[in-house]
């Protein structure tokens, strides 16, 4: 399963929406349509119906697709803690939009492995700048001022999915230690995005977790000691088996 991540300046400008979105997919109904669930589960929850309209078109834009979402549609129905589901939202976001895509797996990524502690939105103004450039010729360019905008709601993201910390415009590394179910689910979910489990072991998509290759490895080790999956290493040739076809099986047998 291959996805590009699209640029959106809407999904960027009005941030991740966890709680909005979580709260949706846990009131999800297979029976009605996005549109249909969008209306049922937004109306009336919010301050102002400005407000309401303008999550209401952000959802609908995250949810292009509704069946490759599906997984995180069960977890949330099945009753994953929020916590334990942002984690899993991290991921998808990651594999789906940019510029968070290459922010995560690129520059924030690098950053972190250096020890860097502090982030402010200048230091990351470069990066959007760069970013933006290559949408194509066709894209509005960004102004200096929505070049910083656009680092001050990229860093905001970031808070919000637990890879950064911090209420003010400086910005810290924040710890992040996934529950043995979202590893289980980050496993399957990366070997249906790269398409076979040998694939998911060096993946760059671990990196939403601050995860290399070596702890990758450690994260699978666990797994197969507690019979979570089978994970076998000789020398330099790693197997592993998956309890699970899919990330959709994983999370309607893991939320049960």
Same mark, same amino acid.
């Given at each position: 399963?291959?996805?590009?991540?699209?640029?959106?300046?809407?999904?960027?400008?009005?941030?991740?929406?966890?709680?909005?979105?979580?709260? !949706?997919?846990? #009131?999800? %109904?297979?029976?009605?349509? @996005?549109? *249909?669930?969008?209306?049922? +589960?937004?109306? &009336?929850?919010? =301050?102002?119906?400005?407000?309401?309209?303008?999550?209401?078109?952000?959802?609908?834009?995250?949810?292009?697709?509704?069946?490759?979402?599906?997984?995180?549609?069960?977890?949330?129905?099945?009753?994953?803690?929020?916590?334990?589901?942002?984690?899993?939202?991290?991921?998808?976001?990651?594999?789906?939009?940019?510029?968070?895509?290459?922010?995560?797996?690129?520059?924030?990524?690098?950053?972190?492995?250096?020890?860097?502690?502090?982030?402010?939105?200048?230091?990351?103004?470069?990066?959007?700048?760069?970013?933006?450039?290559?949408?194509?010729?066709?894209?509005?360019?960004?102004?200096?001022?929505?070049? !910083?905008?656009? #680092?001050? %709601?990229?860093?905001?993201? @970031?808070? *919000?999915?637990?890879?950064? +910390?911090?209420? &003010?415009?400086? =910005?810290?590394?924040?710890?992040?230690?996934?529950?043995?179910?979202?590893?289980?689910?980050?496993?399957?979910?990366?070997?249906?995005?790269?398409?076979?489990?040998?694939?998911?072991?060096?993946?760059?998509?671990?990196?939403?977790?601050?995860?290399?290759?070596?702890?990758?490895?450690?994260?699978?080790?666990?797994?197969?000691?507690?019979?979570?999956?089978?994970?076998?290493?000789?020398?330099?040739?790693?197997?592993?088996?998956?309890?699970?076809?899919?990330?959709?099986?994983?999370?309607?047998?893991?939320?049960?």
């Amino acid at each position: 399963m291959k996805i590009r991540p699209e640029w959106s300046q809407r999904l960027l400008r009005k941030g991740v929406l966890a709680q909005e979105t979580y709260e !949706l997919f846990a #009131a999800w %109904d297979d029976g009605l349509s @996005a549109a *249909d669930n969008l209306k049922s +589960a937004l109306s &009336g929850r919010h =301050k102002t119906a400005g407000w309401e309209r303008e999550v209401r078109a952000t959802l609908k834009r995250r949810l292009r697709d509704v069946e490759h979402v599906r997984p995180l549609i069960v977890l949330a129905k099945r009753g994953m803690s929020l916590v334990d589901w942002r984690d899993c939202l991290r991921l998808w976001i990651g594999v789906t939009e940019q510029p968070f895509h290459d922010f995560a797996l690129g520059w924030l990524f690098n950053e972190h492995g250096k020890g860097r502690y502090q982030i402010r939105s200048e230091d990351v103004r470069p990066f959007i700048e760069k970013s933006a450039a290559s949408r194509g010729p066709k894209a509005k360019p960004l102004s200096e001022y929505g070049q !910083l905008r656009s #680092a001050r %709601d990229l860093l905001r993201m @970031a808070v *919000d999915l637990g890879m950064l +910390a911090g209420d &003010g415009p400086t =910005k810290t590394f924040a710890s992040i230690a996934m529950s043995d179910d979202v590893t289980m689910f980050y496993v399957h979910m990366i070997s249906d995005l790269e398409g076979n489990t040998t694939k998911m072991l060096s993946s760059r998509l671990w990196r939403l977790a601050y995860m290399a290759p070596t702890d990758v490895h450690v994260a699978l080790l666990r797994l197969h000691q507690y019979k979570r999956l089978n994970y076998e290493v000789a020398g330099n040739i790693a197997q592993v088996g998956l309890p699970f076809k899919s990330a959709l099986e994983c999370a309607e047998r893991a939320a049960a």
